[in-house]
């Protein structure tokens, strides 16, 4: 498993013991989660006063993940978007307002689109379709291919969050405390569902709800339909990091250091941790690997 930290540091992990195989350091901040795909680890770094890094501006890195070597890397604008990597493509966007497309294996640029807005969230792809919000309350989806814009939507909230797509829909949050849903074909308004805080935190989807937290301190299951809320549960900090799915179960952390595990269909309580803030929970190799304020924890099904 592969772990990008705050102070630019990415971890592989083995994740059986949990000791370190390997690390990388970026000299910049690593604000975004590292992809496999294609027999190699990709991740972006940022340059950012906030962990004294001297990386300016941005960069995207290809790793071998057996051994950390770097087999390719570009400098590119200031990035905390998570690469995303498709046949062969691998898509990242920047606070320079780019969105590029490279070629996985070799690094070689296939394409390049301007959106003319700062880019902080990931990009998602769906229907041949490259989906993504810019810091000027614009949605915009571009062929993945040629990175011509397909439509943009303005006049909504600056985006954080990255988009979830599903059955023809474009599921995401804004800092203008609402949820949207928009055509995935078309860019027009299905719903919006307002919230009492930002919503920095990327929607999860499971059995036709959209699941999201505010920071409000809520975290809300809307109707994918409608945007009507199936039940809410109260935290007690803000939430800002992406919530996961796990066997019905809805993970999601919050700012005071808490995890929360709700059951998908009534978001009674679970389980909590006294420990995480912004990514929940991931599974694999039998267990559930929860996320921690520089800890990983590894948790193994009762017998």
Same mark, same amino acid.
């Given at each position: 498993?592969?772990?990008?930290?705050?102070?630019?540091?990415?971890?592989?992990?083995?994740?059986?013991?949990?000791?370190?195989?390997?690390?990388?350091?970026?000299?910049?901040?690593?604000?975004?989660?590292?992809?496999?795909?294609?027999?190699?680890?990709?991740?972006?770094?940022?340059?950012?006063?906030?962990?004294?890094?001297?990386?300016?501006?941005?960069?995207?890195?290809?790793?071998?993940?057996?051994?950390?070597?770097?087999?390719?890397?570009?400098?590119?604008?200031?990035?905390?978007?998570?690469?995303?990597?498709?046949?062969?493509?691998?898509?990242?966007?920047?606070? #320079?307002?780019?969105? =590029? *497309?490279? @070629?996985?294996?070799? +690094?070689?640029? &296939? /394409?390049?689109?301007?959106?003319? $807005? !700062? %880019?902080?969230?990931?990009?998602?792809?769906?229907?041949?379709?490259?989906?993504?919000?810019?810091?000027?309350?614009?949605?915009?989806?571009?062929?993945?291919?040629?990175?011509?814009?397909?439509?943009?939507?303005?006049?909504?909230?600056?985006?954080?969050?990255?988009?979830?797509?599903?059955?023809?829909?474009?599921?995401?949050?804004?800092?203008?405390?609402?949820?949207?849903?928009?055509?995935?074909?078309?860019?027009?308004?299905?719903?919006?569902?307002?919230?009492?805080?930002?919503?920095?935190?990327?929607?999860?989807?499971?059995?036709?709800?959209?699941?999201?937290?505010?920071? #409000?301190?809520?975290? =809300? *299951?809307? @109707?994918?339909?409608? +945007?009507?809320? &199936? /039940?809410?549960?109260?935290?007690? $900090? !803000? %939430?800002?990091?992406?919530?996961?799915?796990?066997?019905?179960?809805?993970?999601?952390?919050?700012?005071?250091?808490?995890?929360?595990?709700?059951?998908?269909?009534?978001?009674?309580?679970?389980?909590?941790?006294?420990?995480?803030?912004?990514?929940?929970?991931?599974?694999?190799?039998?267990?559930?690997?929860?996320?921690?304020?520089?800890?990983?924890?590894?948790?193994?099904?009762?017998?």
């Amino acid at each position: 498993m592969f772990e990008e930290v705050f102070d630019g540091r990415l971890y592989s992990i083995d994740p059986a013991t949990g000791h370190t195989r390997w690390h990388f350091t970026s000299h910049g901040c690593g604000w975004s989660s590292p992809a496999l795909a294609d027999h190699l680890v990709f991740a972006t770094f940022i340059g950012n006063d906030e962990c004294h890094a001297t990386l300016q501006g941005g960069e995207i890195v290809a790793f071998s993940p057996a051994t950390g070597q770097i087999r390719w890397r570009h400098t590119i604008g200031p990035s905390e978007s998570s690469p995303l990597v498709e046949n062969g493509t691998l898509y990242v966007a920047d606070q #320079d307002g780019y969105v =590029y *497309a490279f @070629d996985a294996r070799s +690094g070689h640029l &296939r /394409w390049r689109s301007d959106t003319g $807005a !700062p %880019i902080k969230a990931s990009p998602s792809l769906a229907y041949g379709r490259i989906y993504v919000g810019t810091y000027a309350g614009e949605m915009l989806a571009l062929d993945a291919r040629t990175g011509r814009v397909a439509w943009r939507s303005s006049g909504h909230g600056n985006f954080y969050s990255t988009a979830a797509v599903n059955a023809g829909h474009v599921y995401v949050g804004s800092l203008d405390d609402h949820v949207y849903a928009f055509s995935a074909r078309t860019g027009a308004v299905l719903w919006s569902s307002g919230t009492g805080g930002y919503v920095y935190a990327s929607p999860a989807l499971w059995h036709g709800l959209v699941l999201v937290g505010s920071y #409000d301190h809520s975290f =809300y *299951a809307l @109707d994918g339909g409608t +945007g009507s809320a &199936r /039940w809410t549960y109260h935290a007690t $900090a !803000p %939430i800002s990091g992406a919530a996961s799915v796990i066997d019905g179960i809805v993970y999601f952390s919050s700012f005071d250091h808490r995890t929360y595990g709700l059951l998908g269909p009534s978001g009674r309580l679970r389980a909590e941790w006294p420990d995480g803030e912004y990514s929940p929970a991931v599974a694999g190799n039998g267990r559930l690997y929860l996320v921690g304020l520089g800890r990983i924890y590894a948790l193994r099904p009762r017998r």
